[in-house]
C-alpha cells in the first residue's frame, strides 16, 4: 500500500512539471504586448507605450495613463479612455501595430523597432482616412 501512494505522489508530481512546462507562463504572453507604437505626425498623441507591471499591461501617452483590460483576442479595453486597443499581427503571428478607438478617434499605429513603418490617422465620425505616413 505505501508503493501504491509513493506511486501515486511521484506520479502526480511529475504530471504537474511537463505541464507547467508546456504551458507559457501569463507574463510571456503579455510580453509580446509590451514596446513602444508609433502614430502619425500630427496625430492626437505622437505615441504610446504598453508596460507590464505585475502581471497587467497599462497603455501610456501624453494624454495619461490606463490599464488594459482583456475583452478578446488581442483586443483590450482603455478603461481610462473609455476606448479599445485592437493589436495587429502579421501572416507569422507577430504584434506589428495597434488600431485603439477612443474618445471619437481611430489611431492606427506601427509597434516601433527602429524599422521603417506606416501609420495612418482616420475621422472615427466619417471613416476617412485623413492622412497616412510611409
Known sequence: ????????CVSLCFLSFTQAQQTPSKDSTLKEYVGK????QGSVVPDVT????????TMASTAGVSPLVKKDVDVYELSAFQGTAKFNRDANKKIIGVTIDARGFILEGTKSDGASFSTGFLNKNTGTELFRVR
Open 1 to 8: 500500500m505505501k508503493k501504491l501512494v509513493l506511486f501515486f
Open 37 to 40: 507604437y508609433v502614430f502619425a
Open 50 to 57: 504598453v508596460a507590464l507591471e505585475n502581471g497587467e499591461l
